[in-house]
């Protein structure tokens, strides 16, 4: 088991390095780090939860600069996922603490989610405009929230932040990468403000581990405020294209790490 001193800082370089890859995606990079939490640095169960949404609060706001210093802000998007994702979270967070503390069951669930979802992005790519009738539609907005709102929820339960689900299913149903990333990036932050917010008032009535890990949280939260600035920079450069096959991939790999922790 890491001292505290060396968890704070191989936290910080792991979170950096995870934000740097993910946040072109619109993924914060939370999901990557709940194994990693829970495997090398030692956090409880169900205090990782929220010491996973602690740094998604500290990390996303990079990403979500460096967007809107490229003009990307997608504020219609972000405001219809943050109406699904704030109650969902709420939700969840509530349902962690009394109904699930154990992850089995839930890993499972999220394996059947994750590995079509990311076989399905990235072995699609959208078609030119050149050679389809007609673009994409996009989700309507009613279906768009309440999809958001199950997703908060699962943010809440495992405090993977949602936009690695729901980054993955706006691009594949139409929707441009740039315009997703800071999208989901911002209801990302937003969930998470609220299920640390829920999760420390729902400790003050207990006496498990389920408020955050403040020195953890924050030192992943630096890293990944870094790493997501610089990968939101390295966004603009990269193809539409190879965006969604790093997300698929990264999303199957989720997956498949979900489906072993469950099986075993």
């Known amino acids: 088991m890491l001292g ?5 800082a191989v936290a910080l370089a792991a ?3 995870i934000a740097v890859v993910a946040t072109p995606a619109g993924i914060s990079g939370a999901v990557l780090l709940l194994p990693f939490q829970v495997g090398v640095l030692g956090t409880p169960s169900p205090a990782v939860t929220p010491t996973n949404l602690l740094y998604n609060v500290v990390a996303t ?3 979500l600069y460096r967007y809107w210093r490229q ?3 997608s504020t219609n998007l972000a405001l219809t996922l943050i109406a699904g994702t704030l109650p969902g979270v709420i939700a ?3 349902i962690r603490v009394e109904l699930l503390p154990g992850p089995r069951l839930f890993d499972l669930v999220v394996a059947t989610v994750l590995i079509p979802l990311g ?3 990235s072995l699609t790519h959208p078609s030119s405009q050149a050679h389809q009738a007609s673009p994409p539609k996009p989700l309507p907005a009613p279906a768009l929230i309440g999809l958001a709102a199950m997703v908060g929820c699962v943010g809440g339960i495992y405090g993977i932040g949602g936009g690695s689900i729901l980054a993955p ?3 594949g149903t139409g929707r441009r990468p740039a315009d997703v990333a800071p999208a989901a990036l911002a209801a990302t932050f937003v969930t998470s403000v609220a299920g640390v917010i829920t999760f420390t008032i729902l400790a003050s009535n207990q006496h498990a581990h389920i408020a955050p890990n403040w020195p953890t949280g924050i030192a992943l939260g630096v890293g990944g405020l870094a790493g997501a600035y610089t990968g939101a920079r390295l966004q603009a450069r990269l193809p539409d294209r190879l965006i969604r096959r790093v997300m698929g991939i990264l999303v199957i790999v989720i997956g498949a790490r979900y489906l072993w922790s469950g099986l075993t």
């Open 4 to 8: 505290p001193g060396w968890r704070e």
């Open 15 to 17: 979170a950096y390095l």
């Open 61 to 63: 706001p990079g990403g």
């Open 71 to 73: 003009h990307q802000t």
């Open 92 to 94: 969840g967070s509530i």
């Open 119 to 121: 076989t399905w992005v």
């Open 169 to 171: 299913v706006l691009v």
